[in-house]
């Protein structure tokens, strides 16, 4: 579960958790002590929500939040959004996202470096998974020139947890030889891809080891893992 920090935790905070995520993010050009400095200041003064993800057995992630805007047009810009690099690839993110959603009552926002991949592509998986819906960039969010705005809202009505093995295949954020393998063999839904074995899948034109990875990855992250073997490569 998400949960804020008190004041009295911040030092630590930023000491432990936030400036190791700061060199982690250097290797993008995107970083500097100045940068650290100045969101240790915003913090101590209360203008950023801190929260970590945990359970009961260890510490998972956090999530960096500041309101911004107005009374009548409210959003929440997301500073920084980390998962332990032990529960990456996990599903984790995933869960953290939806909680976070859960707790949000205004549009959030995100921004992302075009050089940092692994961002982008989480970002826009998050947007599939969960129906979000795109709203345009405000004038008070200003993004460099090398980062990519990412801007979603509350998931709309209907497209909830429960409705997932409905869901359709383009919402999973797949890779388009994935999705458009998928597509031509009539697999349109989730609960399709888990009814059909994997013996059929990779016999799929186009649809290789790597394909199967970039499924499999997929249906982990939003809870539905499927038992398929992870190194074998069938011939056809």
């Known amino acids: 579960m998400l949960r804020r920090l008190r004041r009295n935790e911040i030092e630590t905070f ?52 500041e309101l911004k805007g107005d009374l009548l047009r409210p959003r929440l810009l997301l500073h920084a959004f980390y998962v332990n690099e032990d529960f990456r690839r996990k599903g984790t993110g995933t869960i953290m996202f939806g909680e976070l959603l859960g707790m949000a009552d205004a549009p959030l926002v995100s921004t992302v470096l075009y050089k940092n991949r692994p961002a982008v592509r989480f970002w826009r998986k998050m947007i599939a998974v969960y129906g979000l819906q795109p709203v345009s960039l405000d004038q008070d969010i200003v993004c460099g020139p090398v980062r990519e705005p990412v801007f979603c809202v509350r998931k709309p009505d209907g497209v909830g947890c429960a409705d997932r093995m409905l869901w359709p295949v383009d919402m999973l954020g797949l890779a388009n030889r994935t999705r458009y393998g998928l597509l031509r063999s009539g697999i349109r839904t989730v609960s399709d891809v888990l009814k059909t074995r994997e013996e059929e899948l990779i016999t799929i034109r186009n649809f290789g080891q790597i394909s199967m990875d970039d499924l499999r990855e997929a249906l982990i992250d939003i809870g539905n893992a499927p038992n398929w073997s992870t190194t074998r490569r069938l011939t056809r």
Request: negative net charge; aromatic residues 16%.
């Open 14 to 65: 930023y000491t432990d958790r936030y400036s190791p995520y700061v060199r982690e993010l250097s290797q993008y050009g995107s970083t500097d002590g100045m940068q650290v400095f100045n969101m240790t200041k915003k913090a101590a003064s209360g203008d950023l929500g801190i929260y970590v993800f945990s359970d009961d057995e260890c510490e998972k992630g956090f999530v960096i939040v």
